[in-house]
């Protein structure tokens, strides 16, 4: 007798096939079984999507878990800068423990899960001399393996080269089980320091075979040009598709004439540009009058010069960003007005910012990721019929599927919208159907 499929979806579109049709999508161990617009065999547990959109699961690619949910503790920040925000955090790690940060860390973990991400890329700040943080996202990562991916970046808050020691802890951090080595070398005293700086996170990445996740250039300052300086060391130290580049957000002011020379050179390293678009609207721009620039790093000219670009929401309820439920939609949502991307074919290629391209950088396990047979069963069914419903009403999906079990449910009957008109109840159906004839 042939085994039932563990989990048949029923009746779904899906991202990158044909929206005119519906198809059955059967997982089983973990995997996408088959794909076809009808399986006839039962599933143990069968979902009718009612024909709404199943995606790949999200990537959160750029997260600060150490300091999330810390919003007002010590206090608020009331200007609003980055730089009132660093002072916040740096009274707060002062008594910073591994059970306050996995208290945290498990709570935002369900909130992403809810909201269809399932694999978050955190920084750990590793400037903070014991190291806490670092232990505590290290621990997360295998404590909550049932209910997401996460990687560590070993994060130098403060500068690899601004105290004597930082560079011996980023070493440890990485030596301790983070999986990236970070950087910040826009934070450094002098360029001859941030160049330096750079060197040293590419040896300790040779030395521990680890990829490279830095915060390059999160400034207005045009002439903050870190970003060549990874390149060069990416090439010369053969680490090419293996760098992620964060923020670099003084791209958005560079030179015309700039640009022209350096965009092949990122290209020719293979950098991955990992915007924040949330967080550096607001953060940036912060010493212009009016006109105000819009501070976050170029996406579409990332893309058409063939340079992979993924998004952060880089940080929720914390001294940065008071804001957020860990939801990427609304991350890409942000990314899509601030950088013009909402012609009607870009609309349909938005979501990849999330789901492919993220997956492409995160390396491992890569070629597992997507929407066909064979592939691994981290699904979302979305409240959407194309990727234009669920960028219009940025819901959390309906149900996630990770490693092929069904790990969120959000359909309970109250989050169906329902008007009292003409003496009856009837519910209402946001999305907008013309969007299936694209
Ligand atoms: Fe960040």
Known sequence: MVEPYEIIIRGARLRGYDLSKRYDVAISDGRIAEIKEHIPEHGEREIDAKGRLVVPSFYNMHFHLDSVLTL????????????????????????????????????????????????????????EKTLTGVKAL??????????????????????ILTEPDNAEYLRKAVEMGADNVGMIPHNEYTREDAVESIKIAFEIAKEFNRDVDGHVDETDDPISRNLEVVAKYTLKYGWVGRVTAGHVTASHSWDPAYRYRILPLIRKAGITIIANPLINIYLQGRFDTYPKRRGMAPIKMYL????????????????WYPLGTGNMLHALFMAIHVDQMMGWSDLFKALDLITVN?????????????????????????????????????????????????????????????????????????????????
């Open 72 to 127: 007002g503790d010590p206090k608020f920040n009331e200007s609003g800068t980055l730089w009132e925000g660093i002072a916040i955090w740096a009274e707060y790690k002062k008594r910073i423990s591994v059970e306050d940060v996995l208290r945290r860390v498990e709570e935002f973990v369900k909130w992403s899960v809810v909201n269809g991400v399932t694999y978050i890329r955190t920084h750990a700040d590793c400037t």
């Open 138 to 159: 290290i621990r997360a990562r295998d404590e909550f393996k049932d209910l997401i991916d996460i990687q560590v970046t070993a994060f130098p808050q403060d500068g």
């Open 304 to 319: 058409e010069n063939g340079i992979n670009v993924t998004l952060g929401h880089d940080c929720v309820l914390d001294p």
């Open 358 to 438: 993220a997956a492409k950088a995160w390396r491992k396990g890569a070629e597992q990721y997507g929407l066909a047979k064979g592939k691994r069963a981290d699904l979302l069914i979305l409240n959407a019929l194309t990727d234009v419903d669920a960028l219009r009403n940025l819901e959390p999906p309906l149900y996630v599927i990770r490693h092929g079990k069904l790990i969120a449910d959000n359909t309970a009957p109250e989050r169906q919208y329902k008007i009292y008109y003409k003496g009856k109840w009837e519910t209402i159906d946001l999305n907008f159907k013309k969007a299936l004839n694209k």
